[in-house]
């Protein structure tokens, strides 16, 4: 049990969709990053945000982006579905201040199929 | 080319025996070395991480890790069916996420 819970688990759109899924992670957890895993691959990272403030962002297009709110919950929106954006969607949040690796907790994922 | 390369597997052996799992990385300024055990395509759970080069070593995983080569292992030793999963080696300039993972090896150890 990491305290980091993802909505919803499993969903469908359509290409040309615009998506929105949610991460709440645990009291205190201030910090909370986004990372897209495709099939046979890694996770990669699309942004973090710190504070409600976007904090470094990988290499994904503006139509990703993000929200995070002072109760510890976050979103990410994708808009304009494309197919390749078919993946499970990870969080991960952690304590103010980089407190170490050991305290950066993942939720499950949500998977998102876009036909 | 991908920062980080991770043997790909799968790789499937007996149980008891020692498992080696292997990246390679290319950015230097990577501090912070992870390995991830990921179940079913769930959530990653964090095994061990190392800071800078060097050996660590918990029960029966021993991570290395050698900067000067850009090169980690993790190690498991009398390799157990329930470490069946799939391994991910991640890398990050700081310890505040935003890390940079391998593709995963995918290890399936038989009773």
């Known amino acids: 049990e990491t305290g980091v819970t993802q909505s919803p688990t499993h969903l469908i759109k359509t290409r040309g969709q615009q998506v929105t899924l949610r991460c709440s992670s645990q009291?205190?957890?201030?910090?909370v990053s986004w990372y897209q895993q495709a099939l046979g691959q890694g996770p990669q990272f699309i942004f973090q945000?710190?504070?409600?403030?976007?904090?470094g962002r990988g290499n994904f297009p503006p139509r990703f982006s993000g929200l995070q709110f002072p109760n510890y919950s976050s979103e990410l929106n994708v808009n304009a579905l494309e197919l390749d954006d078919s993946a499970l969607y990870l969080c991960a949040s952690s304590p103010t201040g980089g407190q170490g690796i050991n305290t950066i907790y993942f939720g499950e994922g949500s998977w998102l199929t876009v036909v | 080319q991908k920062e980080v390369e991770q043997d790909p597997g799968p790789l499937s052996v007996p149980e008891g025996a020692i498992v080696s799992l292997n990246c390679t990385y290319s950015n230097s300024a990577f501090q912070y070395f992870m390995w991830y055990r990921q179940y079913s395509r769930k959530g990653p759970e964090l095994l061990m991480y190392?800071?800078?080069?060097g050996n660590k070593e918990d029960g029966r995983f021993t991570a290395q890790v050698d900067k000067s080569s850009k090169y980690i292992s993790l190690f498991i030793r009398d390799s157990q069916p329930s470490d069946s999963a799939t391994y991910l080696c991640?890398?990050?300039?700081?310890?505040?996420?935003?890390?940079?993972f391998g593709d995963g090896t995918t290890l399936t150890v038989k009773p």
């Open positions: 945000y710190y504070r409600e403030e976007e904090n």
């Open positions: 991640a890398m990050s300039y700081t310890n505040a996420g935003k890390s940079t």
């Open positions: 009291s205190g957890h201030n910090t």
């Open positions: 190392t800071y800078s080069s």
